[in-house]
């Protein structure tokens, strides 16, 4: 659905009421009374909002502040100020700053506002269709992410270890895909496509960094580790078991979100699993998981990565 209303904040009655009749004829109009207000009408309304006009000085927090609130939460909104004359400086920082398109002189000339207002509609238009695109092609990469991470993990689990470790990676994305790894969240509002390059790479090198540290204490998997590990995963030892009720250790190195720190439980998990060299078995049990490790690993079927990769893509958003 494209955006198509226009909403006008200001505190005097008469000018709401003067705008939404003048302007009604062109989209329809809602109206709020303070900066507070606009911010509420924008949570709720904002995926019908195309322009937002601001008055500039009200009682309390000023119209450009809520200009600055939508530039960052609703991008996509065309903003545009109000003034008089006396207050062109105002307008003039504003559009500076990037807060907003264009000002509009009080008192408003009745064809030159509807200009304005016309080809304020017209570029929420060019924006709604160019986010839309965009919109598409990073829900695709978005789809994309978990399989990457998957690859990150092989590669940096190599980097690491001496020994080989795709037989560690194997139960991590079977255990990843049973316990209902999800889709990332990624913030598309605030990052572009280098961004996320950017949080990946420093993803990889912190999950490294703390590969090292696990592997360096469990050089020697035996009685005392699994007391470790189960500590670690917030779950408690039972002979030679682990018991874990929190799914989050064994999925959040594929579906964490991306630019938050790297959960230490889930890089413990990595590492237990390359330091058994994948000879674990994790099975559902009750509400939660348990954990054994196996005298001999689980042999992959050939091609199981790409299988898992395949799985991961169509993950649940």
């Given at each position: 659905m494209?955006?198509t209303?226009?909403?006008?904040v200001?505190?005097?009655?008469?000018?709401?009421k003067?705008?939404?009749?003048?302007?009604?004829?062109?989209?329809?109009?809602?109206?709020a009374?303070?900066v507070?207000?606009?911010?509420?009408?924008?949570?709720?309304?904002?995926?019908?909002?195309?322009?937002?006009?601001?008055?500039?000085?009200?009682?309390?927090?000023?119209?450009?502040?809520?200009?600055?609130?939508?530039?960052?939460?609703?991008?996509?909104?065309?903003?545009?100020?109000?003034?008089?004359?006396?207050?062109?400086?105002?307008?003039?920082?504003?559009?500076n700053?990037?807060?907003?398109?264009?000002?509009?002189?009080?008192?408003?000339?009745?064809?030159?506002?509807?200009?304005?207002l016309?080809?304020?509609?017209?570029?929420?238009?060019?924006?709604?269709?160019?986010?839309?695109?965009?919109?598409?092609?990073?829900?695709a990469?978005?789809?994309?992410?978990?399989?990457?991470?998957?690859?990150?993990?092989?590669?940096?689990?190599?980097?690491?270890?001496?020994?080989?470790?795709?037989?560690?990676?194997?139960?991590?994305?079977?255990?990843?895909?049973?316990?209902?790894?999800?889709?990332?969240?990624?913030?598309?509002?605030?990052?572009d496509?280098?961004?996320?390059?950017?949080?990946?790479?420093?993803?990889?090198?912190?999950?490294?960094?703390?590969l090292?540290q696990?592997?360096?204490?469990?050089?020697?998997?035996?009685?005392?580790?699994?007391?470790e590990?189960?500590?670690?995963?917030?779950?408690?030892?039972?002979?030679?078991?682990?018991?874990?009720?929190?799914?989050?250790?064994?999925?959040?190195?594929?579906?964490?979100?991306?630019?938050?720190?790297?959960?230490?439980?889930?890089?413990?998990?990595?590492?237990?699993?390359?330091?058994?060299?994948?000879?674990?078995?994790?099975?559902?049990?009750?509400?939660?998981?348990?954990?054994?490790?196996?005298?001999?690993?689980?042999?992959?079927?050939?091609?199981?990565?790409?299988?898992?990769?395949?799985?991961?893509?169509?993950?649940p958003?």
């Amino acid at each position: 659905m494209k955006p198509t209303k226009i909403l006008y904040v200001d505190d005097e009655a008469m000018a709401l009421k003067y705008f939404e009749r003048l302007v009604s004829p062109m989209a329809p109009v809602l109206t709020a009374t303070s900066v507070e207000a606009g911010r509420a009408v924008l949570r709720e309304h904002g995926a019908e909002i195309a322009v937002l006009v601001c008055d500039q000085r009200m009682p309390g927090e000023q119209g450009n502040e809520l200009l600055r609130h939508t530039r960052e939460y609703y991008p996509g909104i065309v903003r545009m100020l109000t003034t008089a004359y006396s207050e062109l400086g105002d307008a003039i920082e504003a559009i500076n700053t990037g807060e907003i398109y264009r000002y509009i002189n009080k008192p408003w000339e009745l064809e030159s506002l509807r200009a304005d207002l016309k080809n304020a509609l017209e570029l929420a238009d060019l924006r709604s269709e160019r986010d839309s695109l965009m919109r598409d092609k990073l829900l695709a990469q978005q789809g994309q992410l978990l399989a990457s991470r998957l690859a990150m993990l092989a590669g940096v689990a190599a980097a690491v270890h001496e020994q080989p470790t795709e037989a560690a990676l194997h139960p991590l994305a079977h255990t990843a895909l049973s316990a209902g790894c999800s889709m990332p969240e990624v913030p598309w509002h605030r990052w572009d496509h280098a961004d996320l390059m950017q949080a990946e790479a420093r993803r990889a090198v912190e999950v490294a960094g703390q590969l090292r540290q696990w592997l360096t204490r469990w050089a020697s998997p035996g009685a005392e580790a699994l007391t470790e590990l189960a500590q670690a995963l917030s779950g408690s030892a039972q002979g030679d078991t682990v018991k874990v009720a929190d799914k989050a250790p064994f999925t959040t190195l594929l579906d964490g979100a991306p630019g938050e720190p790297v959960s230490p439980a889930a890089c413990a998990w990595l590492a237990w699993l390359i330091a058994q060299q994948g000879r674990v078995s994790v099975v559902a049990e009750g509400e939660g998981w348990r954990i054994q490790p196996l005298t001999t690993a689980v042999v992959p079927v050939p091609d199981w990565m790409a299988a898992a990769m395949e799985q991961l893509g169509g993950a649940p958003a």
